[in-house]
Structure formats: structure tokens, C-alpha cells
């Protein structure tokens, strides 16, 4: 029986080439305030070296297994787009690097908060929340997709467009974004993120990013269970109940593996949350 599904959500995110000059476009998005005292985006910095999408080059591929049940601990590398978003410098959600300019994340984790661009952070650049090395980026505006429905959470799909660009390295590398229109059934990929390992131990919250492994479950048996599922979503879960990603996870995400290829997508351009 599975333990949780994961409902994946159409993103209206179709290139990876944004940018604090590139329109937004005039449907499909509610843009949440010009935030009061925010920094203004900046030209983009000079051509530096070239960092492609899904690139893990540091990554050494050797998974570590954690002490605590239900996940294990992700490598250095290994996931160099996943952020963590902060508000008022208190983890509450996460997402991934689409460019130097924009950060995707959930439009579930910003829909119900009273939060101002002001308010928020993204943190880059490393896999442990307490590492004095950590990047820090402000964020200049939120953007939800407009007809995001928090009763099933169709369309669960935001933008944030940072105050100053990330200057991309091994550690902060954007993901891609599919060049097909969804997974295969089946398909192994992973969820990682931050946040309690136990749901009903407030003490189990971990500082380091930690992963489980899943699969891309059929749609038509997924909306048999749930039946709030649309055809703009994808489930994905696991069998296994040595892993539990609850609602206490900072939004981790999926991520898929191509096959003898070291770079990672999101399948379909999808965000998503976890219902147990």
C-alpha cells in the first residue's frame, strides 16, 4: 500500500531563458507585490563560464545511507538546483534553480502566507542549512500562477525572481526542463528536501538534505485513490515503508534521472506536495 502520493502540477514554465528584462507573461500569473525597499534586479553580470542544465561534475555518485529511518543523506553535488526558501530566515519550503534569475517552487507554500518579497530568502549552495558557506539571495517578487486551487492544488506552480543573479558553479546549477511532454510510467526518480524525518517528533528536524527513492505510479489507478487528481497532475510514491516524506518536508522535489546520464529533470515541469 502506498504511503503517500505526490501530486505533480502542470508549469506554465516553458523555457529556461527568463530573465529581469523578459515580460511576464499577461495571463496565466498573479504577481504578490513589488515588495517596498526590495533591490531592483541588475543587468546580468559579463558571459562567465558555461554551466549546463542538470550538470552534477563534482558529484561522485557514492550514496550514504543516514542513521535516521526514512531517507538518506544526499552527496555533495549531487542536487545543485535544490534551495531552500526561507521566511524571515525560518525554513518553510524549497525549490530549484531554473537560471540565474528565477527560483520554481510551489505555489501552495506562498498562497496562505501573508509574506512580502521583503520577507523572504533563498538559500543556495549547499545540502546542510547550518553551513557557514551558504549563499543567500533576496527575493524581489513573487509570482503565483492565477488559477492555482488550493482545494486540490491544480495548478500548484510560483515563480521567484531574485533581487541579484546567482552566479552559477558546480554548486549551483539549474535544472532541467523537459523536452517531453511527461514521464514514462514507472520511472525511477527521487524526492528530496529538508524537514522533520519523524511526523510526530518536532525534534526530528534535519538540517542536511536528505533523499528517497520513488516511482512514477499509473494515473488512472493514482485517481482511483485520490479522486481530486487532474489530468494536468502526475503521481508519483513508493512501497517501501522504511521512507516516510510527510507535509513537515520543506517542499522537496522530484527529480528524474535520464538513463547513463549524469543530469537530472523535473519530470514534466512539474511542482508538487505530499499528502500521507
Given at each position: 500500500?502506498?504511503?503517500f502520493s505526490?501530486?505533480?502540477?502542470l ?7 527568463l530573465?529581469p ?16 525597499g526590495?533591490?531592483?534586479p541588475?543587468p ?14 563534482i558529484f ?9 529511518t ?8 549531487e542536487?545543485p538546483w ?20 528565477w527560483?520554481?517552487t510551489?505555489?501552495?507554500c506562498?498562497y496562505?502566507?501573508e509574506l512580502f ?6 538559500v543556495l549552495?549547499t545540502?546542510?542549512l ?9 527575493v524581489?517578487?513573487?509570482i503565483?500562477?492565477?488559477d492555482f486551487?488550493?482545494?486540490n492544488m491544480?495548478n500548484?506552480?510560483?515563480l ?5 543573479p ?9 535544472i ?12 525511477e526518480?527521487?524526492?528530496a528536501?529538508?524537514?522533520?524525518t519523524?511526523?510526530?517528533d ?5 538540517t ?5 527513492p520513488?516511482?512514477?505510479?499509473d494515473?488512472?489507478e493514482c ?11 502526475l503521481c508519483a510514491?513508493?512501497?517501501?515503508e522504511s521512507?516516510?516524506?510527510?507535509q513537515?518536508?520543506y517542499?522537496?522535489t ?18 508538487f506536495?505530499?499528502?500521507?
Amino acid at each position: 500500500m502506498l504511503l503517500f502520493s505526490v501530486l505533480l502540477l502542470l508549469s506554465l514554465v516553458t523555457g529556461t531563458q527568463l530573465g529581469p528584462r523578459t515580460p511576464l507573461p499577461e495571463a496565466g500569473v498573479a504577481i504578490l507585490g513589488g515588495a517596498k525597499g526590495a533591490h531592483r534586479p541588475q543587468p546580468p553580470h559579463p558571459p562567465g563560464p558555461v554551466i549546463e542544465c542538470g550538470d552534477r561534475s563534482i558529484f561522485e555518485g557514492r550514496t550514504r545511507y543516514s542513521r535516521i529511518t526514512g531517507g538518506m543523506e544526499v552527496e555533495v553535488g549531487e542536487f545543485p538546483w535544490q534551495v531552500s526558501i526561507q521566511a524571515r530566515s525560518e525554513p518553510f519550503c524549497g525549490g530549484s534553480i531554473l537560471n540565474k534569475w528565477w527560483i520554481l517552487t510551489a505555489a501552495h507554500c506562498l498562497y496562505s502566507e501573508e509574506l512580502f518579497p521583503e520577507e523572504l530568502s533563498v538559500v543556495l549552495a549547499t545540502n546542510d542549512l547550518t553551513s557557514p558557506s551558504m549563499e543567500i539571495k533576496e527575493v524581489a517578487s513573487i509570482i503565483l500562477h492565477k488559477d492555482f486551487k488550493r482545494a486540490n492544488m491544480d495548478n500548484d506552480i510560483a515563480l521567484l525572481l531574485l533581487a541579484s543573479p546567482v552566479k552559477l558553479d558546480d554548486l549551483k546549477v539549474p535544472i532541467c526542463l523537459p523536452t517531453q511532454p511527461g514521464p514514462a510510467t514507472w520511472h525511477e526518480c527521487w524526492v528530496a528536501g529538508w524537514g522533520q524525518t519523524n511526523a510526530a517528533d518536532k525534534n526530528s528536524v534535519k538540517t542536511d538534505l536528505m533523499k528517497a527513492p520513488m516511482v512514477i505510479m499509473d494515473w488512472e489507478e493514482c485517481s482511483k485513490m485520490f479522486p481530486k487528481l487532474t489530468k494536468n497532475m502526475l503521481c508519483a510514491g513508493y512501497k517501501n515503508e522504511s521512507y516516510d516524506a510527510c507535509q513537515q518536508s520543506y517542499f522537496p522535489t522530484l527529480q528524474r534521472m535520464n538513463t547513463g546520464s549524469s543530469q537530472t529533470k523535473p519530470p514534466g515541469s512539474h511542482t508538487f506536495h505530499l499528502q500521507n
